[in-house]
């Protein structure tokens, strides 16, 4: 008898977005998953997460719920044939949702990573409170180390709506709490885009994760073809096209929370992808500074260049007799899209700058990201519909933020005719050989003249003091020298090996490092480093500057890619100060940070107005 494989995974049934979106048959649609498979105490209860029944409007603590264990290891699902009503009303399916929905988002951004995500914080678990309060509101808070889910009354007064039950919710605050573990100075005020990028990825995270959750789009699909009277396993080629598909559930957020609350748009909650493309909406409309509405802009561009790819591949099937196509291909095309590009975005997130984000580096990241781990990108021509797409929201990449070597700087004395052509043709070498490999891709590292004579390849990989000696002995390369840099305190925040896979197979190994600097300065000392303060700020207000940058090391310890947002950048410096005085954000407050709370609560009731926008750092 052949031995048994031990399970790696668990199944859980779960509400596939949330109670409004349904079946052919008008039944609340369920999925099941599969999860990491691990030892679960009561609540549920595990080694990443832990459910805590707390309701703090009426002060009760539920009793956690128990899982029995099956023979083969695998924990028992009460919910597994349960009827679908019967699952919004009970508390502890509640809990079980919540526990599920976070353990796959987890799992999946430790898949595109390579490497396992930490929350940010002391703990290693993360706490889910399905029902915290009463309230049209759920939020991640880094200081409880929680979700914090709430519930309201239906608008008709006819039962309950809990954010706990709505995918959509559940995986936008996921995604919040992984990014601030990942990126923890992303949550700090910095420019709009900074605040806007923490709301508008966790939309782009739910939105593409609801793809892969199994038979949702079939199910959404094939209500749209009874409705318009047809039946069987073909789909319409009018029920794909790009226009139905941005009206259709599958891309709308949390469609029960904004059905209920009669103030949103339309009927989901948002609907980011129907923002028609136009570079006004980027660059000068201050409708879209607060962070919610401006966290569209990203949405919309990522989510239409999907779109666009998805029709893409459904044209080349081919329609059939009639102009319909085989529902079985259209989702299959729809998932495995989804499936990549969620990937994609995950991924990005380690070729990001460590703080001053702006959409143009996120794009920049996207395409360095996969160009490195899928060269050929013939298949969906993501990389190409991503530029197309961003571009028509008025956001082109970065720039590339490899830095000019010493050499090339200046010279102390005056050479010979014969050195300057020397000196000249090894210059153009280092520059051809720092050309992006496709365009809005970051310029390559490789072309540095980088010291490792004084660090050592194996702590490389995980040791902050040794990566922090790297940058010390490069910091003239690094550009990490001079003027303000000079003064500057340096810290490594994070060293994290990498285990990339490819589809084809592909082994991908790399280190991915980041640092920050900090100066504080007076305003009146701003002129100083070509910084022009805001008119009306005090000459003492002290002004921090901050700059940073990501190391990303080949297997080999060499220096790939150096992403960063130098102390030493005048016009972003200057931007990021005007920006943060229009909020109040200076002087700098002690453990300021992005409040969540307000900004969902502000956006759930639409309170913001063009003149008046209301979200706050």
């Not at 029902?131 to 309950?160: C, M, W």
């Not at 013939?378 to 956001?395: M, N, P, V």
């Not at 922090?468 to 090996?497: M, T, Y």
């Not at 100060?577 to 300021?592: H, K, M, N, T, V």
Request: glycine share 6%; aromatic share 8%.
């Amino acid at each position: 008898m052949a031995p048994q494989t031990a399970r790696r995974t668990q199944p859980f049934r779960i509400i596939a977005q949330d109670p409004a979106v349904r079946d052919s048959n008008d039944r609340i649609l369920t999925a099941t998953v599969d999860i990491p498979l691990e030892l679960l105490l009561p609540g549920p209860w595990g080694h990443r997460v832990q459910v805590i029944d707390f309701d703090s409007a009426s002060n009760l603590f539920y009793l956690p719920a128990h899982y029995d264990t099956a023979n083969d290891g695998h924990v028992v699902d009460p919910y597994a044939t349960t009827d679908p009503d019967a699952l919004v009303a009970s508390r502890r399916f509640h809990a079980q949702n919540v526990y599920a929905i976070v353990m796959r988002i987890l799992a999946r951004f430790e898949q595109a990573l390579g490497r396992r995500v930490s929350w940010a914080g002391d703990s290693h678990q993360l706490k889910l409170v399905p029902h915290a309060f009463a309230d049209a509101n759920a939020f991640y808070s880094r200081l409880d180390e929680a979700l914090l889910l709430g519930y309201f009354p239906a608008h008709d007064g006819q039962g309950t709506v809990y954010t706990c039950l709505s995918h959509d919710v559940v995986a936008h605050e996921t995604t919040h709490a992984l990014l601030d573990g990942l990126r923890s100075r992303f949550i700090r005020p910095s420019s709009p885009d900074q605040a806007a990028f923490h709301e508008g990825f966790a939309d782009i995270v739910a939105l593409l994760s609801v793809f892969s959750l199994p038979g949702v789009v079939r199910a959404v699909l094939t209500r749209q073809a009874h409705q318009r009277g047809e039946a069987g396993n073909l789909v319409s080629v009018d029920d794909v096209a790009p226009p139905v598909l941005k009206q259709s559930a599958l891309l709308g957020l949390a469609d029960e929370m904004g059905w209920e609350l009669q103030a949103t748009r339309g009927e989901a909650l948002r609907r980011s992808v129907a923002l028609e493309p136009s570079p006004e909406y980027y660059l000068t409309s201050p409708q879209f500074l607060p962070a919610h509405r401006r966290g569209e802009i990203l949405v919309a561009a990522v989510m239409n260049a999907f779109i666009h790819v998805w029709s893409d591949r459904l044209g080349r099937l081919g329609p059939d007799l009639g102009r319909q196509l085989d529902l079985d291909r259209v989702v299959e095309e729809g998932e495995n899209a989804a499936d990549y590009l969620l990937t994609m975005v995950v991924r990005a997130l380690d070729y990001m700058p460590p703080l001053h984000i702006e959409f143009c580096d996120y794009l920049s990241a996207l395409i360095t990201a996969d160009v490195e781990i899928r060269p050929d990108d013939s298949r969906y021509r993501f990389r190409e519909h991503l530029r197309e797409s961003f571009e028509a929201y008025g956001i082109k990449p970065a720039r590339g933020t490899t830095v000019a070597t010493r050499e090339s700087r200046s010279q102390t004395s005056v050479p010979s005719t014969d050195d300057r052509d020397q000196a000249t043709e090894q210059q153009q070498d280092r520059e051809e050989a720092r050309q992006p490999s496709e365009p809005g891709a970051w310029s390559p590292a490789d072309a540095l003249p980088l010291s490792y004579d004084r660090t050592h390849f194996e702590p490389m990989t995980r040791d902050p003091d040794e990566v922090f000696r790297f940058i010390w002995e490069n910091r003239q390369v690094l550009g990490l020298d001079g003027g303000v840099c000079d003064e500057a305190f340096s810290k490594v925040l994070s060293v994290r090996p990498c285990l990339r896979i490819a589809p084809d197979g592909f082994v991908l190994k790399e280190t991915v490092a980041e640092f920050y600097q900090v100066v504080r300065l007076r305003a009146d000392e701003l002129e100083n480093c070509g910084i022009k303060k805001p008119d009306d700020m005090p000459p003492g207000t002290i002004v921090p500057l901050y700059g940073g940058g990501t190391l990303i090391f080949s297997e080999y310890g060499r220096l790939k890619y150096y992403v960063h947002n130098s102390l030493d950048n005048p016009e972003r410096q200057e931007r990021r100060i005007a920006d943060l005085w229009r909020y109040s954000a200076l002087p700098e407050r002690d453990g300021q940070q992005a409040d969540f709370a307000l900004t969902h609560r502000l956006r759930a009731m639409d309170v913001e107005s063009e003149r008046d926008p209301q979200e706050e750092w």
